[in-house]
Each structure stands twice: as structure tokens, then as C-alpha cells.
Nanobody
């Protein structure tokens, strides 16, 4: 079955950086696009970034363009989210996700808190 395990969240000051990782298993990772979503308290889950199966195409939410970078390592079945110049409003639970033949799958999420 599809398993997605996020790591790398934590507490960071405004302007700081974090790198999230997502370890994937149970499916042909290199065949599928991968995405990062986030959900802040009291808000709907939103798409943050998406990367194509081979990593040659990326898309970002307007709110993170120029600050976040999504990447993947198909040899290691990992997808990453490098987050720079973090803002208070980036505070959320971040989820790794993909849609395969098995349907939409989600990781358990990792908390990112931006606070001074």
C-alpha cells in the first residue's frame, strides 16, 4: 500500500529556513507527480507545490513562489520542500501527497511553526 512519511518540521523564527522530506513507498514513485499541501488552523488544506514525475516541471502557490522549492530524488523515493524566508503565515501542518492508481494518498503531516 502507499506510504508517505514526512519529516523535518519544527519551530523556526521568521526569515528562517526548513527543509521537509517525504519518504515514499508502496508504489512506483518515479511514475507519479508529487505534491506538498498545508493546512493552517481553521483553514482549508491548500496546495503548496507540485512536481512532475521526472522532476522537470514544478508549480507553486502564489504565496510561496520565490521562497519555496520542491524537488525529488527518484533513486531514493524522496520528495523535498526547501522553505526559505519563512513567514508567520507559513505556520501549518504540511502534508506530502500523491494520486496513484490506488487513489489520493496522504502522509501523516509534519508541523511547521514560524514564531518569534
Amino acid at each position: 500500500q502507499v506510504q508517505l512519511v514526512e519529516s523535518g518540521g519544527g519551530l523556526v523564527q521568521p526569515g528562517g529556513s526548513l527543509r521537509l522530506s517525504c519518504a515514499a513507498s508502496g508504489f512506483a514513485f518515479s511514475n507519479y507527480p508529487m505534491s506538498w499541501y498545508r493546512q493552517a488552523p481553521g483553514k482549508e488544506r491548500e496546495l503548496v507545490a507540485r512536481i512532475s514525475a521526472v522532476g522537470d516541471n514544478t508549480n507553486y502557490a502564489d504565496s510561496v513562489k520565490g521562497r519555496f522549492t520542491i524537488s525529488r530524488d527518484n533513486a531514493e523515493n524522496q520528495v523535498y520542500l526547501q522553505m526559505n524566508s519563512l513567514k508567520l503565515e507559513d505556520t501549518a501542518v504540511y502534508y506530502c501527497s500523491t494520486r496513484t492508481v490506488f487513489g489520493r494518498s496522504w502522509g501523516q503531516g509534519t508541523q511547521v511553526t514560524v514564531s518569534s
